[in-house]
């Protein structure tokens, strides 16, 4: 019992110690933003590969190393934001269960740790509230006034010029629709981060062997049943005024990212059988990652198989294996 305190403690220091220093880069490059979404992945490897605990440990160690350059109050949302999700993803991910007949472990199903995923990224963007809120203007307005500053760097437009972008009549409309699609796109790229470093902490782990669950099969999973009827409540509240509908906009775009990530695990178990698989499966990642609008049609492609089950009508389809010879 002994060893197995001190070794978590170790791994859990190590772990922080890492993830602290990834927090404190400020290279004002985009290693920045990369550094920061990696920041997670220690505390997950320690979660997964030795226990909760050491993961917990690492998370305080995170944010009080980071404390003396950003001080308590974003020390704090890191904590929240960073530490804890991963802690949470951790201990899940490691729950298991007994079959009363068979005897052998259930695992917490992969399908709800993309759901958790999702939900951990609308409260990671959450502690962000309170840098936008403050005593002179709405929450609407703040939103207005940094997409307009985003505007002006993009373009190279000067404080104190009119905001003129080239083949937009109206600025003031494009600023709009930004903010209004600001939640939903910070929750979704927050979704997405938990959910590949997860991935990758697993990944890591089973080369290493130390692995402490059998690999699932990811091209199968779902959500619960009743995530369509979340995602239908967040996008109406999402219409809501002020704060609520800030919230609930968070929380839709993190449940369509979970859609969209099971949109490309249908396009993985559709194709098992087929010729050229590695190659179209290269190709659709590759246009997702230059195009970008098309994980809309994964996300699609998600919500549909939730109501049809594409998988299972494919497969009926396709027919048995051929016998071996």
Known sequence: MTRFWLQNALVGLGAGLCAAVLL?????????FLFYALASLPILIAAIGWSHWAALLAGVVAAVGIAP????????????????????LGYLTL???????????????????LLWCAILGAVGIAPLLFDFLNRDATLAQTLRQFMRQALRAQF????????????VENPEWLVGILVALAAPLWAAVLALIETLNLWLAALVLRISGRLRRPWPDLAAMRLPSA????????????????????????LAGGLMLAYAVIG??????????????????IGMYATVTVLRWPVLLMGLLGLIDSALDLRARVAAARGPPAPLA
């Open 24 to 32: 404190s880069a400020t290279s004002n490059s985009a290693l920045t």
């Open 69 to 88: 350059a950003v001080g308590p109050t974003d020390a704090f949302g890191v904590l929240l934001g960073v530490a804890l999700p991963a802690w949470w």
């Open 95 to 113: 729950l298991a269960r007994a079959d009363t007949t068979t005897g052998e472990l259930e695992w917490y199903p992969p399908g709800r740790l």
């Open 156 to 167: 190279q437009i000067p404080e104190g010029q009119p905001l003129v972008i080239p083949g």
């Open 227 to 250: 995530t369509p009827l979340a995602l239908a409540a967040a996008l109406a509240a999402s219409f809501a005024p002020g704060v609520p509908g800030f919230v609930a906009a968070l």
């Open 264 to 281: 490309f695990a249908i396009m993985h178990d559709v194709s098992r059988h087929l010729h050229g698989r590695v190659v179209m499966l």
